[in-house]
Each structure stands twice: as C-alpha cells, then as structure tokens.
C-alpha cells in the first residue's frame, strides 16, 4: 500500500507540475467543472471533430486567382495570424481552410472583383495531446499516426486502480473551450465511436 501511495502522490505531483509547465486552459486540470457527455454531444459537434482546424505553425499555401503577387506561402505565427498585401493580419488559428478562404474573398472584395482564392494547407505541427491524471504514465504523447483517444489511453498504460471508470475526459481549447466526458466502458467497447473520437493538437486527456 506504500508504494501505490507514493506512486499516486508522484502522479498527483506530475499532473499539478504539468497544468503550471503547459499552461493547460482554465477548468483543463480541475476535478470539477461544467462538462458535456459524449453521447449529448450535438451531431454538428460531432462531425466538427473529424474536420481538420489551422494550428500555429502550419504551412499555409495560399493563392489568390490571377493575382500572383497576393500569393503567399507562409507559417501560422504565434499570434495565429498569417499577413497578406492590401488586407494585413489575418486570423487563421482554429479555422477550417475552407472558412479562412471565405473570410478572405471576402475582405479582398473591397480590392478586387470577384477574388477566387484557395487556401491548403502544406505542413501540419506534429499532433501531440496531454495525459494526466490517474494514469501509469502521464505525459505528452505524439498522435500523428493514430489520433483516436482510445489509442492515447493505451499509451499512457491505461487506468489505475484509483481511477474513476466514468471520468474521463478531454478538454479542448481550439474555437470553442469544451469538456467532453466519456465512461471507460464506452471508449474499450468503442460505444457510439466513443474509442474513435479524434483528438486534436493541444487537447488534454484527464482521468480522474
């Protein structure tokens, strides 16, 4: 019983140390808060999660029809933001390319007649998700090949005995701040696609 005490003091440890080191989103590394079951999520939500949102340090491509010097090829900074000619700073962080697109023809309207543009997307960041809580092994973990959350619960060897079998969680600050709760059962037996739900850059996975 010592060491299963110590090594739950060490986890307790590890997780404080790693919401201060990663500035994880307020409400992200508390044991209590406002939550949404998965199986409540709305079918808009849902599908909202397979599609991919512009990140910091993705490669945008960006090209403006018959316009090659609006043409751009550039990084998301820090800030979120990319800069073209005539319109400046732009928001790119957290949008689809498909909607970065129509925020740009439609500010380039008032500069060119009917602006066709398209928007890819030519390097991601790595996906990586934060595992905390009551898990043999806590940590940041690499996604990009199998991004389900089931597959980021493996990694972190599972559940401990202390763990509770309805509290997992994922929180998400990418658009709108969410936390989403899943049972342990739902995500093993991959109930409603609950083992399948995407994880995207940033999120962080508890279990309480």
Same mark, same amino acid.
Request: aromatic letters at 8%; glycine letters at 10%; charged letters at 25%.
């Given at each position: 019983?010592?060491?299963?005490?110590?090594?739950?003091?060490?986890?307790? $440890?590890?997780?404080?140390?790693?919401?201060?080191?990663?500035?994880?989103?307020?409400?992200?590394?508390?044991?209590?808060?406002?939550?949404?079951?998965?199986?409540?999520?709305?079918?808009? +939500?849902?599908?909202?999660?397979?599609?991919?949102?512009?990140?910091?340090?993705?490669?945008?491509?960006?090209?403006?029809? %018959?316009?090659?010097?609006?043409?751009?090829?550039?990084?998301?900074?820090?800030?979120?933001?990319?800069?073209? =000619?005539?319109?400046? %700073?732009?928001? $790119?962080?957290?949008?689809?390319?498909?909607?970065?697109?129509?925020?740009?023809?439609?500010?380039?309207?008032?500069?060119?007649?009917?602006?066709?543009?398209?928007?890819?997307?030519?390097? +991601?960041?790595?996906? +990586?998700?934060? =595992?905390?809580?009551? *898990?043999?092994?806590?940590?940041?973990?690499?996604?990009?090949? %199998?991004?389900?959350?089931?597959?980021?619960?493996?990694?972190?060897?599972?559940? +401990? %005995?202390?763990?509770?079998?309805?509290?997992?969680?994922? *929180?998400?600050?990418?658009?709108?701040?969410?936390?989403?709760?899943?049972?342990?059962?739902?995500?093993?037996?991959? *109930?409603?696609?609950?083992?399948?739900?995407?994880?995207?850059?940033?999120?962080?996975?508890?279990?309480?």
């Amino acid at each position: 019983m010592v060491v299963r005490s110590n090594s739950r003091a060490k986890r307790s $440890a590890w997780w404080r140390g790693a919401c201060l080191a990663f500035g994880v989103v307020a409400g992200g590394c508390a044991s209590t808060g406002e939550y949404v079951w998965f199986a409540q999520l709305q079918p808009e +939500t849902a599908q909202a999660a397979n599609d991919y949102f512009i990140g910091v340090g993705d490669l945008l491509n960006i090209k403006v029809l %018959d316009h090659d010097e609006m043409s751009l090829r550039e990084r998301v900074r820090s800030d979120g933001r990319v800069s073209m =000619l005539l319109i400046g %700073d732009v928001e $790119a962080r957290g949008k689809r390319p498909s909607g970065l697109k129509a925020e740009l023809e439609a500010r380039l309207k008032d500069y060119i007649k009917a602006p066709s543009v398209a928007v890819n997307v030519d390097e +991601t960041q790595p996906l +990586t998700v934060i =595992l905390l809580g009551e *898990v043999p092994k806590p940590g940041v973990y690499p996604l990009a090949q %199998d991004p389900r959350l089931a597959h980021a619960i493996v990694l972190g060897g599972g559940l +401990t %005995d202390y763990a509770s079998r309805s509290s997992v969680y994922v *929180v998400r600050s990418d658009r709108k701040p969410a936390r989403i709760r899943f049972t342990y059962e739902d995500i093993y037996r991959n *109930v409603g696609g609950a083992g399948d739900f995407p994880l995207h850059r940033g999120d962080v996975v508890e279990v309480e």
